[in-house]
């Protein structure tokens, strides 16, 4: 009986999932101002495929949400971690501020975070060292003007 129990669990959780990325997908098509019809062209997917996953009744392939994310301009990613497909990217203080911060919308969030990433890609493929301590006042470099806040 308690497997029963955990099964409709899962099985609960995966309808939570489809719903969840579904009224994300809505959200961001409605911040972006276009219509149903007018991200199914975009996207490359019905029309009515597009309006069951909005409600819930569909959860999309990995595929049709790279082609959703095209579509709205947004990264897949954000569409995967909201599916549950990927796991949030590990937090940070700079990370977790930007993801709190309510006066940005998730894509200008997603573009803030993707500039950082790539710019901690690109120092620790190049082999940069981050600032030491002597180079830095309360943690700004110093060539940086500080501000008392």
């Known amino acids: 009986m308690a497997e029963d129990q955990d099964e409709g669990r899962a099985i609960d959780k995966v309808t939570d999932l489809g719903r969840d990325i579904g009224e994300y997908i809505k959200q961001q098509r409605s911040n972006a101002k276009i219509s149903l019809r007018q991200l199914s062209r975009l996207a490359g997917v019905s029309n009515p ?13 990995a595929e049709i949400l790279q082609q959703i994310a095209k579509g709205l301009r947004i990264s897949a990613e954000a569409l995967y971690v909201q599916a549950g497909i990927l796991d949030l990217p590990a937090g940070g203080p700079v990370v977790d501020a930007v993801r709190s911060d309510d006066e940005l919308t998730e894509r200008q969030k997603q573009v803030l975070l993707d500039i950082y990433e790539s710019f901690r890609r690109e120092n620790s ?11 830095t006042v309360d943690g700004q470099p110093k060539n940086v003007p500080h501000t008392e806040e």
Do not use: D, M, T, V
Request: glycine content about 8%.
């Open 125 to 135: 493929a190049s082999g940069n060292p981050k600032p030491s301590a002597e180079s």
């Open 49 to 61: 495929y597009l309006s069951q996953i909005e409600r819930g009744l569909r959860k999309p392939s």
